[in-house]
């Protein structure tokens, strides 16, 4: 199973600095050693880069995740060497994420349109705590007590990123496979939760989309497996594609363009939202 669904529990909310971590202060370490080097001060590093010297300092003194505009910005004006950008792929920081899902959960904490393709669990941003206890307790090796809770508790704080109330609220787009939903995992209880939560969700958030992929179906555009698409602040895309123990975030702009292309026809091909809601209706019904 990946990241999201397992090791990581798709996290915090992605509010707030992270904790600090080795990886953030010798990361910011360098980067000031860089600065220095080059002569700039915290504020004309900052205005170079686009961020003010407050974040220059949290960065520095390993409080705060770099961003990948951060990144790219300072490449440039620090030697242009190649180094910053590829350190920051292996920082680390708040507990409950694995540590390839990091990067991909900032860019999900402040992003205004987020599509998912899912079709091994149900994506954590959707699941009640027994599904993700249960499906944390299926992929060996097993958690210890501390780190199960430490999951659950990091997947259900992501989910505040459904709420109607943020400013603007996020548009969500979710593709999941009706095997997924039939698979009962964690047993009927747990499935029975676990589509009632679903029905309330579509049903109470209008931000949020759900298809329903049919198990029977003459074409499939998402034969390569799960997808997440997410648009920044300032109208960029990024993507996200996981694996076994893995993860990886997608800034090119010809891949990105391929799996909206993927996604777009995975949108056409599934059931509609109000088929799919229907769908999840008489799934809860059967059990």
């Known amino acids: 199973m990946a990241g999201e669904h397992t090791d990581c529990g798709t996290g915090a909310s992605g509010g707030g600095e992270p904790e600090v971590s080795d990886s953030l202060r010798t990361f910011g370490a360098f980067v000031q050693a860089l600065r220095e080097h080059a002569g700039l ?17 949290s960065v520095e003194q390993g409080r705060r995740m770099p961003d990948i ?5 300072a490449e440039p004006h620090l030697g242009n060497t190649g180094a910053l950008r590829a350190a920051a792929p292996h920082l680390s920081r708040k507990p409950g994420l694995a540590s390839w899902f990091r990067q991909w959960a900032r860019l999900e904490a402040s992003a ?15 699941q009640t705590e027994a599904y993700a206890r249960a499906v944390s307790l299926n992929v060996p090796p097993l958690p210890d007590p501390a780190e199960l809770e430490q ?8 989910q505040e990123l459904l709420a109607v109330t943020r400013k603007p609220p996020t548009a969500f787009s979710f593709i999941v496979e009706q095997a997924v939903l039939e698979r009962c995992t964690g047993g009927k ?17 209008w931000n949020v989309e759900l298809q329903v992929m049919p198990t029977v179906s003459l074409s499939h555009a998402g034969m390569d497996g799960p997808m997440q698409l997410a648009e920044t602040p300032d109208n960029r895309w990024f993507a996200y594609s996981e694996g076994q123990q893995n993860g990886r975030l997608i800034t090119h702009a010809k891949e990105i363009s391929l799996l909206h292309q993927r996604y777009a026809k995975l949108r056409s091909q599934a059931l ?3 088929e799919s809601l229907s769908l999840l209706k008489r799934l809860r019904g059967a059990l």
């Open 112 to 126: 205004i349109s987020l599509y998912t393709y899912e079709c091994r669990v149900v994506p954590g941003l959707l």
């Open 272 to 274: 509609t939202p109000e």
């Open 151 to 158: 999951r659950i508790a990091a997947r259900l704080a992501r």
């Open 69 to 73: 505009d951060f990144v790219e910005g």
């Open 41 to 57: 001060s915290r504020e004309e590093f900052g205005t170079l880069v686009g961020f003010s010297k407050h974040t220059v300092a």
């Open 189 to 205: 209880d747990v499935t029975r939760e676990l589509l009632d939560h679903l029905v309330e969700l579509v049903e109470r958030n």
